[in-house]
């Protein structure tokens, strides 16, 4: 007997393992889809500090047959106006598993590149459909579609030989041309394959055209239809055509239908929504359900954190096939450039003292020759990283992992919201009575970097459930599920005494977690509950704590102030009882005068009001 062995595509591979990445069932499948094609918009907004509006729309066949209570199939069509995607980049965003344009080190919602185009495969092997992109870049600029620009000389002019294909690719004609490219004092004339500028007076040719190349020119708008080779993992272009846009559009529009359960995802999406809307304050995100209901949710502020950085890996998180293929596309000849040019924050003092201590290098005694006192100097046996034998490959790499020298990583490649916006965004979505925020300090777990920001919210539309509400997000996603295995959860359960914050389970409380990193410890490919990291659960404990001592001083001063209120309440009923009973006591005829009791009402109203402000 033989085993029959066989490949399989990453396509294949998350066709057979759905679950794998939350498309396990109608219902979650539906979360899914909505949830990554809202993330995809997002980034492609945030990573251009553009202030995202994106309009989603779930609309139910007409001409499905199953009843609204089973599964039926659904149309999602989302927009957003965000960068765009270039054509050339189409067909594989959207039709092959595992490509895209994030696997950096920043911080961004996606990271597989796997999320979208799972929603567009399942809506595939579900209704045997395949997806619209419509997209455009709004505007390129004059060098993506020209080959080249020259001066002549004797005709005093500059003369841009044209790119055919490009302007074709892009749906850019000679009249869009005309009409974009306008430069100052010269005169521009469109031919076939060229186009000439020519100075009314002397200008400066040379200087001209420097600033010409980068002059934008409103593109087209591509559209395309793909669907997956499933077992080649390589898109299936089905057509791909580009449209005028005479008004320079930008974004990107995707549609395809798929088989889900929307009204039991429904109560799902709709918390997402309004989750994500908490969290991006700065985007406006309207939703149009089967039924045709508008949800809205509106930005605040048009205030964006700035964007992440892209920042190189650092020591403490590199293995040996990360050195091994720096090691092959570096053109380094020495050990201390290779560290200083290709990890994070490894500085030339730093690598010599690493590689002395690797055993890798030899170093003179320390500030006997030219240089500051200190500097490690006299280096002798620095190699070519090429020349690395791979036994020492692993010795590095074990030695990055103990080395106390390194820096720890910054924080540059991650874009928290800060307290301000976070307040901002808790504010509009739960409108609490009492709000106080938290940004902490960046930290790093195996050399990657995170920051923590927490919030905690109390009264108002906080909603009250028996315990704290938590509202979980990771690089501004909401984490909707598995929560109870979430370390945000087990640290509010197991490592914070609530009660010496004077909560008590009945109260309207939330904690709102946050965590932004290049590399989120999630525990499963699902993307939904974060690993039980020390590192981590250490930075939400002391930011829980240190905005539970805020709201405990609040609480504190709520409770004296209903405690004045209802003392006052009382003396307010007997008062005048009092009175006329003193009055009686005393032989008084006279009934207490009303007067008296006008006169402590204000004094009463002005502990009320002060009782509603605290
Ligand atoms: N709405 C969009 N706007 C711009 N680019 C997009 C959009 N949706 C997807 N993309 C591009 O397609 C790529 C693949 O998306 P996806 O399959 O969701 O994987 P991931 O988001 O993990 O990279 C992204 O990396 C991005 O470059
Ligand atoms: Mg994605």
Redesign the pocket.
Known sequence: MSEKFMEVSPADFFYRNRDLAGFNNPTRAMYSAVR?LV???L??CELYQIPPNVFLRVSQDKNDSTTEEATATYTIRIM?N????PPEFVPS??GQIL????YTLRQV?????????MAILYGQITTHGSATIM?STGTVSLKDLSLGADIDQARKMLVVRLNSDAMERRGVDRAILQRDVKIKGCRVQVNEKTLYVKPEDEGDLKEIREGLTEIPVTVGINEFEISIDIQQNKPRVRRDVVKPNPNGWRG?I?EFTLEGDYLRAMPKILEYLQQTAMLNPYAEITFIDPKGRLYKFERVTDEMPPPPKETLPHPYGCDVETLQRMINVTNSTSLVTFLTTHFHRVGEKTAKAFLAEAGLIKVGSTGDHEGKPGDLIGVSGDKSPKRLTSEEIVRMVQMMKSFKGFLPPDSSCLSPLGEELLGAGIRKELNPEFLAAEQRGASAYSGYPFIVEVAIAYGGGVPSTPGISLYRFANRIPLLYDEASDISRIVLNEQVNWRHYKVTSDMPVAVIVHICSTKIPYKTVGKEFIADRPEVAREIKNGVSSIARKLAIFLTKKISVEHEKRRADVFSRYLPKIAQFSGDLAGEPKKPDSEYVEMVKPLLRSLMRYGSEA
């Open positions: 990554e993330e995809n918009s980034d492609a957003d965000g960068s765009g995607i965003a959207f490509y895209g344009s994030k919602r996606g990271t597989f590149g796997l999320g979208g185009k997209t990107t995707v």
